[in-house]
């Protein structure tokens, strides 16, 4: 498949919360182009250094990716499509508000944090992606957002949670308190994902309770 058609099936696939399979030369690429990425930056990085520390030649990158445009969208790609399954996944189980809310903002807590290089990545040079693929991660993030916001919606008008905030707010604060990771998580640091995931959703659980 030419390249620019791969890319395109790939963020299809994206879209639909898919994940599409990757040969090991694919993979070993990604991993590559990731590592590089965040040790020396996305304009500190050549082409030649991806190929030679995947152990690939030039052709056959650009046999998956059309340039480095597609390696930065890809790994972005790979951490919202997982995302975006499990809250399909959540969602889907038809669980009370309360355990839904729970299940994702603890999951997308340790999911974000097991992935932290690929959102720190992602986070540092997303300004650096061209219009096509920025349109699809904006459109990847509204999907999250307008599913999530859904749910406490629903919620509230059911007098399952409070209605001082509204539902967008709650999203917000949410959503946007995940989307601040890359910038302070530390692996090593002092509190594991886990323990943060359980703060986390017990504050805004308890915050959502309308009694």
Do not use: C
């Amino acid at each position: 498949m030419h390249a620019s058609m791969e890319v395109q099936a790939m963020v299809s696939g994206a879209r639909r919360g898919g994940h599409p399979r990757r040969s090991p030369v694919e993979r070993r690429i990604l991993d590559a182009a990731l590592r590089l990425f965040a040790e020396r930056g996305f304009d500190g990085t050549s082409v030649q250094e991806i190929v030679a520390a995947a152990e690939v030649t030039k052709g056959a990158l650009y046999h998956y990716f059309d340039s480095k445009d597609d390696l930065l969208y890809e790994i972005y790609r790979s951490l919202i499509a997982r995302q975006l399954a499990d809250l399909d996944r959540i969602l889907a189980a038809g669980l009370p508000p309360r355990d839904a809310v729970r299940e994702i903002v603890s999951g997308l807590i340790q999911s974000t944090a097991e992935h932290i290089d690929e959102a720190k990545v992602f986070v540092r040079e997303m300004h650096r992606l061209d219009h096509e693929h920025m349109h699809a991660v904006r459109a990847d993030r509204r999907r999250y957002h307008v599913r999530f916001r859904g749910l406490v919606e629903q919620a509230q008008k059911d007098g399952v949670f409070a209605t001082e905030a509204s539902a967008d707010t709650v999203t917000i604060v949410a959503l946007g308190m995940v989307n601040q990771l890359p910038h302070w998580y530390r692996a090593d640091g002092p509190k594991s994902a886990e323990d943060l995931s359980d703060e986390v959703t017990a504050f805004l659980l308890a915050a959502l309770d309308p009694r």
